[in-house]
């Protein structure tokens, strides 16, 4: 449990994000374009308002870009994924369009977002909110028992979402067998596509998410703490329906000759070596035949060596970036996969987020319907990737900061205490060992550390809020 002391009362995110360059605020031309946006599609959507779709979200989203309908069909599954049209909102050309190409994505800090498009946009017009309907992309998938795609289409579509629900409530839904209508096939497909990904090497890593969040002590004087940010088997579903329609919108890519992916290299050798070599030392078997994605999935989560193997894991994940292909272009497949979920993946979930999805969905809509995608579309792939590219460098540094300076700052008056904490990674000649402490959430380098995957006491020697620095050493 987290000790009233381990609080800061107050952290200014505001340095971090003036550090980056960010501010949430946009020009004049670019808000009236938001608050006057309107549908340019209109008159070439069908109708779907009859579909029960629900949105699943953290508790406090308002940009919501999905929502979900999956349900058990025959021996398989019938999903249907709405995502919000922000192409159908936002005008090519326009100053709104120029302002999210220089953004690239939604910036997230403890104390609140810096957005890709003006709230206005991203949490009223353009976000999938109940009752209400909105414009959107609707993906169909059908899926057998064993994962598989049988069968996939999209279209332009009105929507109305029914109900908003957020992970825990899921999860504590499912346990009691009263999920909703909507979502009653969403655990069995979950556990069905995850199955299916490890047949084609996916690689999922369960590693420490640290979150900062303010909340009241008991003298009800606000306060910033560390935790590790909650997971529930809810949210590993819901990722299961979007890692399924990026698979299909690059399959759907990769037919069509024209596409924008998000890929991953095959792991090298020497990742995977290196990962074998950490169970070796850690006395944990890897069964004859097991992928590197099988044999992490299969450990045990309470065990302190899988902390240190997880940790190991991530260079399995190294080289991911983004690839735009063309009409004529001659790229092998082994170019184009994402080698993390096992296939060909495109990002087009998440448009209120994420740039780069409102291009990749107008290209997996004009290929399904026969069609070259707009010149506005295929004139932006070449720099899309640079831009992505580096707003996935700006959300990393903006995450790594604010806990940085939370973590320096709850313990700046405490140089010499002493923690609990596994090792994640013993040092090298590169890095210096890094420890794992539960409560309050910290990762950090550690002096002195034993091996990875070992037990230890970390005693605090370094906390400076000025510099974001964190150091201990085991005693």
Request: some cysteine.
């Amino acid at each position: 449990m987290t000790q009233p002391w381990l609080r800061a009362p107050e952290l200014d995110f505001a340095r971090v994000r003036d550090e980056l360059g960010l501010t949430a605020e946009f020009g004049p031309e670019a808000l009236a374009e938001a608050g006057a946006a309107a549908d340019r599609h209109a008159d070439r959507r069908t109708d779907r308002r009859d579909l029960e779709l629900v949105t699943i979200d953290p508790p406090t989203s308002l940009d919501l870009d999905q929502a979900l309908r999956v349900r058990r069909d025959d021996d398989g599954y019938l999903v249907h994924y709405a995502i919000a049209d922000v192409a159908a909102l936002v005008t090519p050309g326009g100053a709104l369009d120029a302002e999210t190409r220089r953004r690239g994505a939604t910036i997230y800090f403890p104390d609140g977002n810096v957005p890709l498009h003006p709230r206005v946009l991203s949490e009223n017009a353009g976000s999938l909110l109940p009752e209400v309907d909105r414009a959107a992309v609707l993906w169909t998938v059908r899926v057998a028992g064993d994962g598989e795609v049988l069968e996939t289409s999209v279209e332009r579509a009105t929507v109305r979402s029914r109900a908003r629900f957020d992970y825990a409530q899921v999860a504590a839904d499912a346990a009691a067998d009263r999920l909703h209508p909507s979502i009653t096939g969403l655990p069995g497909f979950g556990a069905a596509r995850e199955e299916w990904g490890l047949g084609r090497g996916a690689v999922a890593l369960e590693l420490p998410d640290q979150e900062v969040v303010r909340n009241e002590d008991p003298g009800r004087r606000r306060a910033w703490t560390l935790r590790l940010a909650p997971s529930t088997p809810a949210d590993r579903w819901n990722a299961q329906v979007s890692l399924l329609v990026g698979m299909c919108a690059g399959t759907l890519m990769r037919a069509g000759g024209i596409g924008f992916y998000r890929t991953l290299p095959a792991a090298s050798d020497e990742a995977v070596g290196e990962l074998r070599a950490v169970a070796d030392r850690l006395g944990v078997p890897w069964p004859e035949g097991a992928s590197p994605g099988r044999f992490l999935a299969g450990l045990d989560p309470a065990a302190p060596s899988t902390l240190a193997l997880m940790s190991a894991g991530a260079s399995l994940m190294r080289g991911a970036g983004y690839r735009a292909v063309f009409s004529g272009d001659d790229v092998p497949d082994a170019e184009l996969v994402h080698a993390g979920v096992g296939g060909l993946y495109a990002h087009v979930t998440a448009p209120l987020r994420r740039l780069a999805d409102r291009y990749a969905t107008e290209i997996a809509l004009a290929l399904s319907a026969g069609t070259t995608p707009e010149p506005w579309v295929l004139d932006a792939l070449p720099g899309l990737g640079k831009i992505m590219s580096g707003a996935g460098s700006t959300a990393s540094s903006a995450a790594r900061r604010s806990v940085d300076l939370a973590e320096a700052t709850v313990l700046a008056d405490q140089i010499g205490a002493r923690f609990p904490a596994t090792v994640m990674r013993a040092a090298n000649e590169r890095r210096p060992a890094q420890v794992f402490i539960a409560s309050p959430a910290i990762i950090a380098p550690c002096d002195d550390a034993p091996d990875a995957g070992s037990e230890c006491t970390a005693e605090v020697a370094v906390a400076d809020p000025e510099a974001g620095t964190v150091g201990f050493t085991a005693v």
